[in-house]
């Protein structure tokens, strides 16, 4: 079987193959976002589909010939990742500095219509995202809420972290981490949110963290995550639901309550 074959049973839409290297491109179920990610050197790779998959799925090709200059093109491979992460790096920073604090649609439509705090660039929402502190890329949140990054950026083990007064507390997206805000402040607790911009990534951020608290989104991958950790964590009774929606449904106050309450591995009634 193909590489190709292998990588549109699994979901993925490759228009283009890339060698080499990690490349994003659309999946069956999202076809108008880059949804999956593939690898491939010819001989073996993996794919993955963000939002079905926990993990990349491995593919070998038996027929395929060695190529005997494989390490002078796996070194040229490793300098060229780290020139595109760097050029990631320094784009954010240019976006970062070239944004202004203000409103944006995606928030609104999370119930946050009057949030100003935030970096909004060419009509994008900017969520800047770190590794120990230092700038490695940020998400882009166009106003119907389609997020990407920027090409080339690191994602593994980033995050965004708002406020650090109070108990580590790891979430997938911006939504949800300003619903936790605000919940806990209407109950007076302190907080140190850490959006992870997926469930998978949770994994990476939480090794950082013992003593977290995970709120999950209550789908398969998010629950698998979370459950993972080994750390306590919420999710919402109602399948489907993120902490946003279960703000917005049972207000801020009960929502924040059911949050201090939680222990290991206990939903909210």
């Not at 193909?2 to 193959?17: K, R, Y």
């Not at 490349?23 to 939002?51: E, H, L, M, Q």
């Not at 607790?189 to 999950?216: G, Q």
Request: glycine share 8%; net charge positive.
């Amino acid at each position: 079987m193909t590489f190709e074959s292998f990588a549109e049973q699994h979901g993925l839409i490759i228009q283009d193959l890339v060698h080499d290297r990690w490349a994003r491109c659309a999946t069956v179920d999202k076809p108008n976002k880059r949804n999956g990610v593939y690898i491939f050197d010819g001989k073996s790779g993996a794919v993955r589909n963000w939002a079905m998959h926990e993990k990349p799925i491995p593919y070998f090709n038996n027929d395929f010939i060695p190529d005997t200059n494989w390490q002078v093109k796996k070194v040229a491979t490793d300098q060229t990742r780290l020139e595109r992460q760097k050029h990631a790096a320094n784009k954010a920073a240019y976006i970062l500095n070239s944004a202004t604090k203000g409103t944006h649609p995606y928030l609104a439509s999370k119930g946050f219509a009057g949030d100003k705090k935030l970096s909004v660039w060419k009509e994008m929402l900017i969520v800047p995202m770190r590794i120990n502190q230092s700038l490695v890329g940020c998400q882009m949140i166009d106003k119907e809420g389609g997020k990407r990054f920027l090409s080339g950026q690191i994602t593994k083990g980033a995050e965004f972290r708002i406020d650090a007064k109070g108990r580590h507390i790891l979430c997938e997206g911006l939504a949800t981490a300003l619903s936790i805000r605000k919940a806990l402040k209407t109950v007076g607790k302190r907080y140190t949110i850490h959006v992870c911009f997926s469930a998978n990534n949770i994994l990476e951020v939480a090794k950082n963290y013992p003593d977290c608290l995970i709120v999950a989104d209550n789908d398969p991958i998010g629950i698998k995550v979370a459950k993972k950790t080994g750390m306590p964590y919420w999710v919402s009774p109602v399948e489907g639901e993120d902490f946003n929606d279960y703000e917005l449904r049972v207000g801020a106050e009960a929502a924040g309550k059911s949050l201090i309450a939680i222990g290991r591995t206990v939903n909210p009634e």
